[in-house]
T-cell receptor, first 111, second 115 residues
Framework: EDKVVQSPLSLVVHEGDTVTLNCSYE??????LLWYKQEKKAPTFLFML????IEKKSGRLSSILDKKELFSILNITATQTGDSAIYLC???????????FGTGTRLTIIP | GAVVSQHPSWVICKSGTSVKIECRSL??????MFWYRQFPKQSLMLMAT?????????EQGVEKDKFLINHASLTLSTLTVTSAHPEDSSFYIC???????????FGSGTRLTVV
């Protein structure tokens, strides 16, 4: 059975701080690792990672995958109050489209 | 881009009644639909997978008779919460593999409150 564990479960930091969110996974026939940001409603796609060691970057957000150690991290630099959200990761695999999310990290940015 | 239209966005119902939630794929065919439930401050928990033309597959611990799922066409999947109770109050959201970034298109979610 697939397992996805995110840490920390909750994080409160001040605006301007840098945060690192972790995602560990166990899945057969790994295809990709997806990161999403969820505020009020539907999750918003952030990154899809398929290869180890290649950093993906979008503005202040970046993410990297380690397929050997089965984890990924999401970094947010110079955090803003608008970054407050639940961050979700989900591995995907070949042969099964089921999308199972991790426990999520609730990030709160204090002005 | 690809859209999954989910209705209603919120609903309040009385305990013991049933509520139907619809997810309709626009501009693409969704042969599969995933249904999730989310309690406050928690992650999205997969409840079941519906496939067009066949029976839904439920995750462990999800009552099939309580959460009826129908996938009647290539563009429509429905979730009916039967005999709803206050503990069923939650945020329900659907997702279909589709032509969106990341490969999945999400509905906008339904907030169900049972009183």
């Amino acid at each position: 059975e697939d397992k996805v564990v995110q840490s920390p479960l909750s994080l409160v930091v001040h605006e301007g701080d840098t945060v690192t969110l972790n995602c560990s996974y166990e899945v057969t026939n790994f295809r990709s690792l997806l990161w999403y940001k969820q505020e009020k409603k539907a999750p918003t796609f952030l990154f899809m990672l398929t290869s180890s060691g290649i950093e993906k970057k979008s503005g202040r957000l970046s993410s990297i995958l380690d397929k050997k150690e089965l984890f990924s991290i999401l970094n947010i630099t110079a955090t803003q109050t608008g970054d407050s959200a639940i961050y979700l990761c989900a591995p995907t695999n070949f042969g099964n489209e089921k999308l199972t999310f991790g426990t999520g990290t609730r990030l709160t940015i204090i002005p | 881009g690809a859209v999954v239209s989910q209705h209603p966005s919120w609903v309040i119902c009385k305990s013991g009644t049933s509520v139907k939630i619809e997810c309709r794929s626009l501009d693409f065919q969704a042969t599969t639909m995933f249904w999730y439930r989310q309690f406050p401050k928690q992650s999205l928990m997969l409840m079941a997978t519906s496939n067009e033309g066949s029976k839904a597959t439920y995750e462990q611990g999800v009552e099939k008779d309580k959460f009826l799922i129908n996938h009647a066409s290539l563009t429509l999947s429905t979730l009916t919460v039967t005999s709803a109770h206050p503990e069923d109050s939650s945020f329900y959201i659907c997702s279909a593999p589709g032509p969106s970034p990341g490969g999945y298109t999400f509905g906008s979610g339904t907030r169900l409150t049972v009183v």
